[in-house]
């Protein structure tokens, strides 16, 4: 599975890169801090709601850690997506360690 740091999605974001983030986090842990532009698709829902990841786009996609967004991009290749999935190392975490400390660790 590829994977991108996520110093290294701020590097494309602000580049200008084309890129959809997929949140699969929980309501609450929503509520709590996101990346930027993010599309919020829990976990549970994400076979559901496949329709709304572009698969035209690169896509990467997060949770708190990195485990439950590896979980999601492995049920979106089972089930046919076709569009490029990378999973964010570190999740959330690592954005806020790495990329924008004001974003709350829980």
Not at 45 to 63: F, G, K, Y
Not at 66 to 75: F, H, L, M, T, V
Not at 84 to 99: A, M, Q
Request: aromatic share 2%.
């Amino acid at each position: 599975m590829e994977e991108m740091t996520a110093t290294e999605l701020k590097q494309r974001l602000d580049n200008g890169d084309d890129i959809q983030i997929i949140d699969v986090r929980e309501d609450n842990e929503v509520a709590i801090g996101t990346i930027p532009n993010s599309v919020h698709i829990p976990l549970a829902q994400v076979l559901t709601r496949m329709n709304e990841i572009d698969p035209n786009r690169e896509t990467v996609v997060h949770c708190k850690m990195g485990g439950r967004s590896a979980r999601a991009i492995d049920a979106l290749q089972r089930s046919g997506f076709t569009g490029k999935l990378i999973n964010l190392k570190g999740g959330i975490t690592g954005w806020s360690n790495e990329v924008d400390p004001s974003v709350p660790k829980y």
